[in-house]
């Protein structure tokens, strides 16, 4: 009986917070599914949640890990732009698309490493230091695009096209590698040592610096991760709209972070849980559609996004204070 | 008899302040060392360059009597050196499985984790330590232990990594006596498994019972050594080490 307990317990230690945002995920549905039945079934409003949620998994997913590293970062609404910028003016400038994929990705990677190292080695504050560069970039974006967007159609012809992004009888592909990059995050969080690292630093650095762990270099590739994401988030958004335009990504900003809180990873680092941040992307995401598609105007959206954060961190308190 | 370890004219300082002085010391196979010193004088700093968690900043570190050029606390774990120290160095949010395996994890290829391999290892560890509590198994988080029991989890970590050489940085603060005899119980194991310690304490009693020799620092330096066999009671040593450190 004491052993099921233990088990139970422990269970719940690993797992409350995810089952925690699920819960409130449900909720959310069966509130809006009494609040407007007709507009709930219709299969146009998930599809444009589906649009949504790809874009928004790829930047929450690895601030999980940073966030779990005891950090922060606001730049990557900007990395997401640099990176779609870098792809788009390739394309534009006739390099193979496909290639333009990898150089923006390593162009998020490379702004990533780039924060990080500024923060670790100078020992900045993650939050403002990674805001300066959220202005920084977007300012630098700015400068190089002229304020101009730039339009893509060609990618169409090209074969990354539909495998990305396109149709796969009605089922639109980036949802397939958001699923596919879910599952990895899972895992790598969960079962592969850069997770397990990021957990022990993002709880007590100075043990894990005891223990041998390169805490620096282990929180530089936490960055470097997060500036992935972004990458593949902006590339694929400018992909589905054949547009970049300077100012796209900034509207994720507090979206993504809130996501990540809604999930129910906690601010103050060591704990994280990749599950419930797919269902804070789920809560955040049909938030901003739903409360238009029952037929309310746009002006209660920000409302009710306040609203739920403050709920849902409200209901992970049951989860407990950090254990020291 | 081997040498595991060597420090040789080891200096450390911090900004102005010189931390360690010249500092020379030695670990042989198989036997226990006691650190004894009054507070400030040098022993964490000392210990800290010793595991690798600092690097000197002159003199030489030698393992089995190689010198050893880049040091650090994952070059002194892949040594055979496990500290356990005086914070237990746990993440406490973390369940007691991973804190056994921090920083060494069990791996598969591409860095994934053996993790039935380690929760079975961890058990079995936390049996071996004694863990009464039923409630308590290698998944349970860290927080929700008594010190002792961290302290457990801490020595586990050191068996299971079959150190030649484990530091114990003051291991019996806050300790029951009960818990305390444990430790004790610990030390006395690895001894006989022809492996060594060093013993890191405040309570001169505890460090005469449980040394085969001393090693006396004050204010960075390493003042004086002594074997068990020179002197006849834990009062004869504090005296020595009265003495030592007024004519220093």
């Known amino acids: 009986m004491s052993n099921k307990n233990s088990y139970l317990s422990n269970y719940f230690h690993r797992n409350g917070r995810a089952l925690g945002s699920i819960g409130y995920f449900v909720l959310l549905m069966v509130i809006f599914l009494i609040g407007a039945p007709e507009a709930w079934i219709r299969p146009n409003l998930h599809q444009s949640v589906f649009v949504m949620m790809p874009t928004l998994i790829f930047l929450t997913i690895p601030l999980v890990f940073l966030v779990a590293s005891g950090e922060i970062d606001l730049s990557f609404a900007s990395t997401y732009a640099v990176a779609a910028y870098v792809f788009a003016l390739l394309v534009k400038n006739g390099v193979d698309p496909a290639i333009c994929l990898v150089l923006g990705i390593f162009t998020g990677a490379a702004i990533g490493a780039l924060v990080g190292t500024l923060i670790v080695v100078f020992r900045l504050s993650s939050l403002v230091a990674s805001l300066g560069v959220l202005f920084l970039l977007r300012g630098v974006i700015l400068l190089l695009s002229n304020s101009r967007s730039i339009t893509i159609m060609e990618i169409d012809n090209h074969w990354i096209y539909p495998l990305l992004v396109g149709n796969f009888y009605g089922f639109p592909m980036q949802i397939f590698w958001a699923a596919i990059f879910v599952i990895f995050c899972y895992y790598f969080f969960n079962k592969h040592v850069f997770g397990i690292h990021i957990q022990h630093v993002g709880d007590n650095s100075v043990s894990a610096e005891q223990m041998g762990i390169n805490v620096n270099a282990v929180k530089i590739k936490a960055f470097m991760f997060v500036g992935i994401g972004s990458a593949i988030g902006g590339i694929f958004t400018t992909m589905i709209t054949y547009t970049f335009f300077p100012t796209q990504g900034f509207g994720y900003l507090l979206l993504a972070l809130a996501a990540v809180f809604v999930g129910g990873t906690p601010y103050w680092g060591g704990l994280g849980t990749i599950i419930g941040a797919v269902f804070g992307v789920g809560i955040i995401a049909y938030m901003e559609i739903g409360i238009i598609a029952i037929g309310w105007s746009g002006e209660w959206r920000q409302f009710f996004n306040g609203l739920i954060i403050l709920l849902a961190l409200l209901g992970h308190r049951l989860h407990g204070e950090r254990v020291r | ?248």
Do not use: C
């Open chain 2, 1 to 248: 008899m081997e040498n595991i370890i060597e420090l040789d004219n080891v200096t450390k300082r911090f900004g102005g302040i010189t931390a360690l002085n010249k500092a020379s010391l030695k670990v042989t196979r198989g036997e226990v060392v006691g650190l004894i010193g009054d507070n400030g004088a040098g022993k964490s700093t000392l210990i800290k360059t010793l595991v690798g968690v600092y690097s000197p900043d002159e003199g030489d570190i030698l393992i089995r009597g190689k010198k050893v050029n880049t040091w650090n606390a994952l070059k002194a774990r892949e040594s055979g050196i496990e500290t356990v120290f005086q914070d237990r160095a746990l993440t406490p949010q973390q369940s007691i499985v991973k804190n056994i395996f921090m920083g060494k994890e069990l791996r598969y290829p591409f860095g994934f984790i053996k993790e039935k391999e380690q929760i079975f290892e961890a058990n079995r560890l936390i049996r071996e330590i004694g863990f009464t509590s039923k409630l308590i198994n290698a998944e349970s988080p860290v927080g929700n232990l008594s010190g002792g029991e961290r302290q457990g989890v801490a020595i586990a970590r050191a068996i299971y990594n079959k150190a030649e050489l484990i530091v114990l940085d003051e291991p019996t603060n806050n300790l029951s006596l009960n818990e305390t005899q444990k430790v004790f119980d610990f030390v006395l194991n690895v001894k006989k498994s022809n492996r060594s310690v060093l013993f890191i304490g405040h309570n001169i009693y505890h460090v005469y019972d449980i040394s085969d020799r001393f090693v006396i620092l004050d204010r960075g330096e390493v003042v004086h050594q002594l074997n068990k066999n020179d002197i006849s009671t834990p009062e004869e040593l504090m005296k020595i080490m009265r003495d030592t450190i007024g004519a220093h």
